[in-house]
């Protein structure tokens, strides 16, 4: 028996070398396995090198056009928001972002640091202490401000993510509206944190519970 599988073994092993020295098949790695398993491709199903596929030069001119559109809305911003100041990296350095279909570079945002992170967890701390001092009424009118800057322009958004990303358009479109569907649910709500009246063990006691944002 353990003749026949170190036969079969060695049978496997001629296959997969023959058909890895063949100029149309390659081997792949396949994911989502524990161990290297391998699967044989044929080269003419692969895809071509990014930046020479067919129809690159017009997919180029698109973005272009989509990428004006984007920047007349007002929606790029390539630094980061840190006290309410747009700010580059404390150390000057960029990331590129490029367009997957193309590998043309959209545009370099700043690659913050540790620093950077600190200090704009404590500049949202600080702004937090002025927001849960608004009434209900005023975070829910923020909230639908918000809503409703996604929502008329959520076609610039979508194409912002489909260039980033390579998404589908209508897949982005979707996406934009699930997100916004959050901040249009938490808008309503704001108006909706009642306190509560509980019933105390003592004739002479009223206990009161008042929801507001925690400091």
């Not at 370099?108 to 704009?120: I, K, L, Y």
């Not at 927001?131 to 979508?158: C, G, N, V």
């Not at 808008?187 to 006691?205: F, Q, S």
Request: a positive charge; hydrophobic letters at 40%; proline letters at 6%.
């Amino acid at each position: 028996m353990a003749t026949v599988m170190r036969r079969a073994a060695a049978l496997g092993a001629r296959h997969i070398l023959a058909a890895a020295a063949s100029p149309s098949s390659r081997l792949v790695p396949r994911c989502h396995v524990r161990a290297p398993v391998y699967t044989l491709l044929p080269l003419h199903n692969s895809h071509p090198p990014v930046g020479r596929r067919r129809g690159a030069g017009s997919m180029s001119a698109n973005a272009g056009a989509a990428m004006d559109r984007i920047r007349a809305a007002g929606l790029l911003r390539t630094r980061g928001l840190i006290g309410g100041q747009w700010v580059d990296a404390y150390d000057g350095k960029t990331i590129e972002v490029q367009n997957p279909a193309t590998g043309e570079v959209l545009a370099n945002v700043p690659c913050m640091g540790s620093r950077e992170t600190s200090d704009a967890i404590a500049s949202a701390n600080d702004a937090f202490r002025a927001w849960s001092k608004l009434t209900a009424s005023e975070r829910s009118k923020a909230l639908r401000k918000w809503y409703d800057l996604i929502i008329s322009h959520k076609e610039e958004l979508a194409l912002l993510m489909t260039l980033e990303q390579g998404k589908p358009m209508k897949e982005a479109l979707g996406e934009v509206t699930y997100g916004a569907s959050f901040i249009e649910y938490f808008a309503e709500e704001a108006k909706r944190i009642y306190g509560d009246i509980i019933p105390p063990t003592l004739p002479d006691r009223r206990l009161l519970v008042l929801k507001q944002a925690i400091h």
